[in-house]
């Protein structure tokens, strides 16, 4: 029969862009919280992370902002190339060993 | 370092059967979760087994479970299985629960 699946929102952006996904939490007690790219036939690849004591974190081309007073998590990923293209997920953790996702974003760069 | 390694990586059963799947984990890490992602439910927490022991369960029924070894590598087992099982198995392993980094998966089709 028909499936029905998740609404992704899509963010598409051009090659060299910047892109920023954003991410909604519902745990005000979550403690830790990581971002996620997931390429089709794949497993989620780990990006980046942030703990609550902090509003930034940067890594390679990546900047991860929180803003606890909303529970809101942003990625920002600088000049953005085609091999981004991918389904990004946020995840929230607030009991050791158990992720809680967000629904997802996909992202399209356009060459 | 090797990553996670699941395996099988496809699976073909047919409904009422069982099925058990496994799961190595990065070398020295001592935490490993289990994931299920549907088109439908995104991704949602399974459990997480810690030194031999499940530490967390997610809300599945009681026909999912699992069990880690002495050498951290993990194995869920899926019990009668029914059509709405078909999905993408992920587990993740970490040192402490926090820190997850996710193998392949196992694609289950249930028939």
């Not at chain 1, 830790?32 to 497993?43: C, D, R, T, V």
């Not at chain 1, 992370?49 to 930034?56: A, C, G, P």
């Not at chain 2, 699941?6 to 001592?30: D, E, F, N």
């Not at chain 2, 439908?40 to 997480?48: D, M, N, R």
Request: aromatic share 10%.
């Amino acid at each position: 029969g028909e499936s029905v699946g998740l609404h992704l929102p899509t963010l598409s952006v051009q090659e060299g862009d910047n892109s920023i996904i954003n991410c909604a939490y519902s745990n005000s007690a979550s403690d830790y919280f990581i971002w996620y790219k997931q390429e089709s036939g794949k497993g989620p690849q780990f990006i980046i992370d942030i703990r609550s004591n902090m509003d930034k974190r940067q890594g390679q081309r990546v900047t991860v902002l929180l803003n606890k007073t909303v529970k809101h998590l942003s990625l920002q990923i600088a000049a953005t190339q085609p091999g981004d293209s991918a389904v990004y997920f946020c995840a929230e953790n607030n009991q050791g060993g158990k992720l809680i996702f967000g629904q997802g974003t996909e992202l399209s760069v356009k060459p | 370092k090797a990553g996670v390694t699941q395996t099988p990586r496809y699976l073909i059963k047919t409904r009422g059967q069982q099925v058990t799947l496994s799961c190595s984990p990065i070398s020295g890490h001592r935490s490993v979760s289990w994931y299920q992602q549907t088109p439908g439910q995104g991704l949602q927490f399974l459990f997480e087994y810690f030194s031999e022991t499940q530490r967390n369960k997610g809300n599945f029924p009681g026909r999912f479970s699992g069990r880690q070894f002495s050498n951290s590598r993990s194995e869920m087992n899926v019990s009668t299985l029914e059509l709405g099982d078909s999905a993408l198995y992920l587990c993740a392993s970490s040192l402490n629960g926090y820190e997850q980094y996710f193998g392949p998966g196992t694609r289950l089709t249930v028939t």
